[in-house]
């Protein structure tokens, strides 16, 4: 069984910054790839950043250029550094295979204010 257990979420001002982190546990076969969503009340969930073995990392048009992510295999664990912060990127934020291939975690919660 699969565990995903995320962290790292705050209150911060427009052009702050925060890192997430992301512990997975259990039968993890390719932290290599993972990924960061997000949901903002009221709307759908969304993917916002993935990387793939280890190496190509895809943004979504509303965060390239401000978010990078990342993983550390030893820790089995990955991140999302977060520059720039606008109130659109308040949400709560998840981290998943880009397949959403592991249950759900609790999500940390991200609140951007002006």
């Known amino acids: 069984q699969v565990r995903l257990v995320e962290s790292g979420g705050g209150s911060v001002q427009a052009g702050g910054s925060l890192t997430l982190s992301c512990a997975a546990s259990?039968?993890?076969?390719?932290?290599?790839?993972m990924a960061w969503y997000r949901q903002a009340p009221g709307k759908e969930r969304e993917l916002v950043a993935s990387?793939?073995?280890?190496?190509?990392?895809n943004y979504a048009d509303s965060v390239k250029g401000r978010f990078t992510i990342s993983r550390d295999s030893a820790k089995n664990t990955v991140y999302l550094q977060m520059n720039s912060l606008k109130l659109e990127d308040t949400a709560v934020y998840y981290c998943?295979?880009?397949?959403?291939?592991?249950?759900w975690g609790q999500g940390t919660q991200v609140t951007v204010s002006s």
């Open positions: 998943n295979t880009p397949y959403s291939s592991y249950p």
């Open positions: 990387i793939i073995n280890g190496i190509t990392t």
């Open positions: 259990g039968s993890i076969i390719r932290i290599n790839t």
